[in-house]
C-alpha cells in the first residue's frame, strides 16, 4: 500500500526559515497536500501541489516536489511561534476521485522566541 | 470556505456503553465522508468511508460491527463507537470533500 514518511520533529527560532519534508511510495499519486494541526483541533489545509508541478509558492509557503525522487518539501519563510504545530503531507490518487487522502506521519514544528 | 462541524468536541463514556459522532457539512452536500482515528503524537489513520444511502466501506482491520457508520443524507455523518473500551480512546476526525478535503475539528473520546 501508500507509505507516506516525515521526520517527527523539527525545530527553529523565530525568524528562521522552516523546511519540513516528506516522502511518499505511491507513483500513481496526483495531489500533495500540507496540512497543519494545532493541539486539539482538526486539520487545516495549508496548500497543495498537483504532481505535474515542480514548485508552488502562496505567501510564506513554497513547496517543492521531486517526482523523480517522490519527494515534497514545505518551507514556511519568516517562522513565527504561531505556526507551531504538527504538520501533515498527504497524497490522493486520481483512481480514488482525489477523494482518499494518505497522511504521513506528521512532523511536529516548535518556534521558539 | 466549507465547514465541516463535528460534534461532540470531546466526551466521557463509561466501559460498555456507545457514543455517537456526528460530522456535518454546513454548506455543501456531501455525498461521501471520511473517518479517521488518530492516536496521540500519531498519524491519521482512515477508518472507512461513508457513503450516502449506502453502507460504509471499512479498511482493512477496522471492526464493522464496532465502529457503525451511518449517511443518513448528503450532510450527515454519524459514527457510533458501539459498547467502547478502554482501547477506543483516541481522537476522531471526519472529513468531507468539495473541491478540497475539509476537516472536522474532532472529537476526543476518553472510555472510562
Known amino acids: 500500500g501508500e507509505d507516506v514518511e516525515q521526520s517527527l520533529f523539527l525545530s527553529v527560532r523565530e525568524g528562521d526559515s522552516s523546511v519540513i519534508n516528506c516522502t511518499y511510495t505511491?507513483?500513481?499519486?496526483?495531489?500533495l497536500y500540507w496540512y497543519k494541526q494545532e493541539p486539539g483541533a482538526g486539520l487545516q489545509l495549508l496548500t497543495y501541489i498537483f504532481s505535474n508541478m515542480d514548485m508552488k509558492q502562496d505567501q510564506r509557503l513554497t513547496v517543492l516536489l521531486n517526482k523523480k525522487d517522490k519527494h515534497l518539501s514545505l518551507r514556511i519563510a519568516d517562522t513565527q511561534t504561531g505556526d507551531s504545530a504538527i504538520y501533515f503531507c498527504a497524497e490522493t490518487e486520481l483512481n480514488t476521485g482525489f477523494q482518499k487522502l494518505v497522511f504521513g506521519t506528521g512532523t511536529r514544528l516548535l518556534v521558539s522566541p | 470556505g466549507a465547514v465541516v462541524s463535528q460534534h461532540p468536541s470531546w466526551v466521557i463514556c463509561k466501559s460498555g456503553t456507545s457514543v455517537k459522532i456526528e460530522c456535518r457539512s454546513l454548506?455543501?452536500?456531501?455525498?461521501?465522508m471520511f473517518w479517521y482515528r488518530q492516536f496521540p503524537k500519531q498519524s491519521l489513520m482512515l477508518m472507512a468511508t461513508s457513503n450516502e444511502g449506502s453502507k460504509a466501506t471499512y479498511e482493512q482491520g477496522v471492526e464493522k460491527d464496532k465502529f457503525l457508520i451511518n449517511h443518513a443524507s448528503l450532510t450527515l455523518s454519524t459514527l457510533t463507537v458501539t459498547s467502547a473500551h478502554p482501547e477506543d480512546s483516541s481522537f476522531y476526525i471526519c472529513?468531507?470533500?468539495?473541491?478540497?478535503?475539509?476537516f472536522g475539528q474532532g472529537t476526543r473520546l476518553t472510555v472510562v
Open positions: 505511491d507513483s500513481s499519486s496526483t495531489y
Open positions: 472529513s468531507a470533500t468539495r473541491t478540497e478535503a475539509f
Open positions: 454548506d455543501f452536500q456531501a455525498t461521501t
